[in-house]
């Protein structure tokens, strides 16, 4: 809930930031060009932007000079969701944007790519070197026989490489996806093999942590189990051979040789995203080359404030959508920095390290990365040059309280923090980043340009101040253009329009706060609902994670056949604790007195790890399933999860409970 008075900011942009960022000058372009407002600040072009929602996106596409091959007969030939027309009777191709800094020869030998690994010296991809990898490889797919349309997958960490690769597919108005090489095969067949990839690009193996993993076995089951391929390309990251009948990636690179882009519709499949697939195959999300071209320049150009100046760091994997988002990076004319390796190694505080190494001016990670620095009391001002530092932006699970004061204390004072929040659905941010607004303690500044977002109660009603469904009300365009192997579109209407026909439920639970602010409650899914009263997980985490006994918790809440409530807390122990009548009570504490009575605790009970998927969210629908007394087997997707052992323990106190 919100005070009538806007609270005290924790920090705000000055009036030479607000001055220099792009968003400004956009709006007073805006103002001029299109009858945008050019008083009042962001609320006002938000407004605007969702109020003439043609019109804003005309303007961006101005704005960044989007090549239009063939001009667009319409901005928004029909707005209804599923199914919005963007950019009618347009041809355009994302990739050309991708590499258009190449062509400035004042560019041509600055680092498009900047590449590290666990020794954390970066290395270089110039700008010319990156189009010209693309112009060879490209040129090579059509000689494979790649065609518009066709699918291309990556098995690659994040290399530059995979980015290499990426463009090509996309030059050629081929489809990507990709999967980072610590997905085991049925993980990776789970995805791939729904989208009947004709080309595999793969690593023999990749380094993480101080050691070497071979991968070699793996890629030979994927060949084995992926009848559609027609190539596969070999990268030998850890030195061996290409295996028999692969091609090696040095000679499908070679040559001096000019990218051809294929125009291709606006509305055409640029790649393929996965949702988690928990509970049963992964969505194959597909997404259009304009879609994720318009939106992916407003979101870095005028939120993330990116430009040629600027380097943009965020860790990610090739698996995470936030890959890429970040490979669009490119599309700003912005130096990109890929970091493969564990986000802790050699110690916590290596992203930190990376950071320094590279000058990024945004850095970009999860919220449990920063919290994990917090507890390990890990100084990233005193220990590192951060000078370069405009921005620290997370997301993957909401920022609590305490790490936008880490943040703020630890880092600098004068430090832009962007809690953002989106999803792979839309592979972009409902509410973020915006660089001339005050950031507030645990809130996301505001709702993204041209997203009409809504907190709205189970009747459709918009709240203001109140916990709500996250609801978007007009259609953005990198929502996704259809579900692979969803003819009819049932799948993807059930996904996100049953509760709300007409309007994209993305759930999450949300408060939109009186000053415009966001904040998120976590899934409106494992919502805990006791007696009426309703809690997102994230905020029972935020408060017991503070404890500096709890390493990670978990929190179900179950409604029973007799009518009846019950609601768990799994916790994992950091190092030396020990879950005692003590530690039992600060914990029910700090839940009754920081959040509520009704949401504390039934039972606390010690486990060894918390469960979680690929991508690093915890599992908690699918491990409410096992405490139902559903099988492990039908609860969820196995390749799913980064650990299946942890599971079984709720499987069988699912099984006791239902016995007892």
């Known amino acids: 809930m919100t005070s009538a008075s806007t609270p005290q900011p924790l920090w705000s942009p000055g009036p030479d930031r607000i001055a220099a960022a792009r968003i400004t000058a956009f709006q ?32 961006v596409a101005e704005w960044f000079d989007v090549r239009f091959t063939t001009p667009y007969e319409s901005v928004l030939a029909d707005r209804a969701m599923p199914g919005a027309r ?32 666990e020794t954390h010296e970066a290395v270089p991809v110039t700008w010319a070197e990156l189009r010209r990898q693309v112009g060879a490889l490209s040129a090579e797919l059509r000689a494979l026989g790649v065609r518009p349309g066709d699918r291309v997958s990556g098995y690659l960490p994040n290399i530059p490489e995979a980015v290499t690769a990426l463009l090509a597919t996309a030059a050629v108005g081929a489809v990507w996806t990709s999967c980072a090489p610590d997905f085991g095969a049925r993980s990776v067949l789970d995805r791939f093999q729904q989208v009947e990839p004709v080309v595999l690009f793969t690593v023999d193996g990749y380094r993480y942590g101080g050691k070497e993993h071979d991968r070699r076995d793996t890629v030979a089951e994927l060949r084995a189990e992926l009848p559609s391929l027609r190539a596969v390309v070999h990268i030998p990251l850890l030195g061996t051979d290409a295996p028999e009948g692969a091609l090696a990636w040095s000679e499908l690179t070679a040559a001096a040789t ?16 996965y949702s988690s697939g928990t509970t049963g195959l992964p969505k194959a999300i597909v997404q259009s080359q304009g879609g994720i071209l318009l939106e992916h320049l407003k979101q870095l150009g005028l939120h993330c404030d990116l430009g040629p100046e600027d380097r943009f760091f965020w860790y990610t994997s090739t698996g995470w959508m936030m890959w890429n988002f970040l490979v669009s990076g490119l599309l700003t004319g912005t130096t990109v920095v890929l970091y493969d390796g564990s986000p802790g190694y050699p110690d916590t505080g290596a992203q930190w390290r990376i950071a320094e190494r590279t000058k990024a001016t945004l850095y970009g990670t999860s919220a449990a990365y920063v919290m994990a620095c917090r507890k390990a009391e890990v100084h990233p001002g005193r220990d590192f040059d951060l000078s370069s530092v405009k921005c620290v932006a997370t997301t993957g699970s909401p920022l609590p309280p305490d790490g936008f004061r880490w943040l703020h204390d630890e880092v600098a004072e004068d430090l832009w923090i962007a809690s953002v929040s989106g999803g792979t659905d839309v592979c972009s941010c409902f509410a973020g980043a915006v660089p001339t607004l005050p950031v507030h303690i645990g809130e996301l500044q505001a709702a993204c340009l041209g997203t009409d977002l809504q907190a709205w109660d189970p009747s459709g009603k918009p709240l203001v101040g109140e916990v709500g469904e996250l609801v978007v009300t007009s259609p953005m365009p990198s929502m996704p253009i ?4 969803d003819p009819d579109g049932s799948r993807y209407r059930d996904s996100y329009f049953e509760m709300f026909p007409g309007a994209w439920r993305h759930g999450d ?7 415009g602010s966001v904040v998120i409650h976590g899934r409106s899914d494992s919502t805990l609902n006791r007696q009426g009263v309703r809690m997102g997980s994230a905020d029972i985490y935020e408060a017991v994670e503070r404890l500096p006994e709890i390493k990670e918790s978990l929190v179900i809440g179950l409604e029973e056949p007799n009518g009846g409530y019950w609601m768990p807390l799994f916790v994992h122990l950091a190092p030396g604790a020990t879950l005692d009548d003590d530690l039992r009570a600060r914990v029910k504490t700090t839940i009754r007195e920081q959040l509520s009575p009704r949401h504390v605790p039934d039972e606390i009970i010690e486990v060894p790890a918390v469960p979680h998927t690929l991508t690093g969210k915890r599992i908690e629908v699918p491990v409410k399933r096992l405490l139902q007394g559903t099988p492990l087997a039908k609860a969820v997707n196995a390749g799913s999860v980064d650990n299946i052992d942890l599971l079984p323990f709720y499987e069988e106190l699912g099984r006791t409970r239902a016995q007892g």
Do not use: K, M
Not at 96 to 104: F, N, S
Not at 265 to 272: G, K, M, R, Y
Not at 509 to 515: K, P, R, S, Y
């Open 482 to 485: 259809q579900f692979w192997n």
């Open 509 to 515: 639970w949300i408060t939109i706060t009186d000053h």
């Open 28 to 59: 007073a372009w805006a103002a001029e060009r299109f009858g945008a407002p050019a008083a009042g600040g962001y609320p006002a072009l938000h407004r605007w932007s969702v109020d003439e929602l043609d019109t804003f996106w005309q303007a």
């Open 86 to 117: 963007w950019f009618t009777g347009a041809t355009l191709n994302y990739a050309e944007h991708a590499l258009r800094a190449a062509e400035d020869p004042a560019r041509a030998d600055e680092a498009a790519l900047l590449h590290v690994d």
């Open 258 to 273: 000019e990218p051809v882009f294929e125009a291709v519709p606006f509305d055409h499949p640029l790649w393929v995203l």
